[in-house]
């Protein structure tokens, strides 16, 4: 699909500028319509938990409490804005940053970071939030999505005409993933066999350390265009367009159209993981520019410029933040390591002979030292 309506200069999906002044989309604007005010204050709340407990593990993190973390900061508005448009039937597969969607998903936030800490492969059971575990393999999850989704079409999930019964998948992965073979399959799968799929790409300029320019000489959603399903640019730094376009595609999936891309241009205001560091590759002067369009702070100033954003309701957020990076510090310091034998539970889903023998052989391991002893 070529432009949907008028784009802004830089051709992204736009209703929300970074100063906070609220612009209109010929084509976009009617699916952000029907927000309220306390709708918007609704994602203000959103984020800003969600950027409460990041900057919470990432501190757990340098204390030596996680092993690893993977920050959101600066994505907030692309995940609860497209997490806000998802509906009870639909199911997101995220890759392992998507702690805003966890979030307007239902997942507890705090228990998430059992994996982070080396607890568990998967810390919330996927079918009771319609939130599929983080994936760690660059890209491996857009396949399980299309196969995903091309089952919820094949089991009349898709196109019945009841909003109680339709359903899409939402699929979030980074451009670093864009590069990799599994992606590009899972695109032409999914066109080809017609899968209500919305792949929802993050853009945060940075594969790791390598920039997104040195990734693709086209705009990554050209990505979707080359297998011909509709592709769509937004700023992912604007909650309202996240939310508009993220409404519109899967409207389009679910109505059995099929496929969709979204490239959510955005940016990566941390590292990309607590092993890394951004400052041998970018420079401050590119971090400031970013600061200065905060997807956060550009909520609040529309919100108090249309008088919407009472002082007692920033107080009432920021007591809950607080109290959720609390209750995040107080739950992760109270688990206890399990026996190291549990590496090999929850791998498969039925008993598998392979694992078993891994097993058995792990405990004779252990046991020797013992005995030695």
């Not at 990432?58 to 996680?66: A, F, V």
């Not at 992965?173 to 864009?178: C, E, I, L």
Request: net charge negative.
């Amino acid at each position: 699909m070529d432009a949907v309506g008028p784009l802004s200069d830089d051709g992204l999906v736009r209703l929300l500028t970074h100063t906070g002044e609220r612009v209109e989309h010929d084509f976009f604007s009617p699916y952000a319509a029907a927000l309220t005010p306390e709708d918007l204050r609704g994602f203000y709340r959103a984020m800003s938990l969600t950027r409460a407990f990041d900057n919470e593990a990432m501190s757990l993190q340098r204390q030596g409490e996680l092993g690893l973390w993977v920050q959101s900061l600066g994505q907030e508005a692309a995940q609860i804005g497209s997490g806000a448009a998802m509906r009870d039937p639909d199911f997101a597969f995220p890759s392992y940053r998507e702690h805003g969607v966890a979030f307007q998903r239902g997942v507890d936030l705090p228990e998430m970071l059992q994996i982070f800490r080396g607890l568990k492969h998967g810390a919330w059971e996927p079918s009771a939030h319609n939130f599929h575990l983080y994936t760690l393999v660059i890209g491996a999850h857009t396949l399980h999505a299309t196969g995903y989704a091309m089952g919820m079409d094949r089991d009349g999930l898709v196109a019945s005409g009841d909003p109680a019964r339709d359903g899409a998948v939402m699929c979030y992965f980074g451009d670093g993933a864009t590069a990799q073979g599994d992606v590009n399959e899972a695109l032409v799968f999914s066109t080809v066999y017609n899968a209500p799929v919305v792949f929802f790409c993050q853009n945060n300029q940075f594969a790791i350390s390598e920039p997104a320019t040195r990734q693709s000489k086209v705009p990554l959603a050209e990505r979707g265009k080359g297998v011909g399903m509709p592709s769509i640019r937004v700023d992912g730094n604007d909650v309202l367009a996240s939310y508009a376009v993220s409404n519109w595609a899967l409207q389009y999936a679910r109505s059995g159209a099929g496929p969709v891309f979204v490239e959510a241009f955005t940016y990566r205001m941390g590292a990309h993981t607590t092993s890394d560091d951004p400052t041998r590759y970018r420079s401050k002067a590119d971090e400031a520019y970013w600061a200065e369009r905060d997807p956060i702070s550009r909520l609040v100033t529309h919100l108090r410029a249309i008088d919407e954003l009472p002082d007692d309701f920033v107080a009432e957020v920021e007591n809950e933040g607080k109290d959720l990076a609390r209750r995040t510090r107080e739950t992760v310091r109270a688990w206890e390591p399990g026996p190291s034998v549990g590496i090999f539970e929850n791998a498969y889903a039925a008993p598998h002979a392979t694992v078993e023998a891994e097993r058995a052989w792990f405990e004779r391991f252990e046991g020797s030292f013992v005995e030695a002893h």
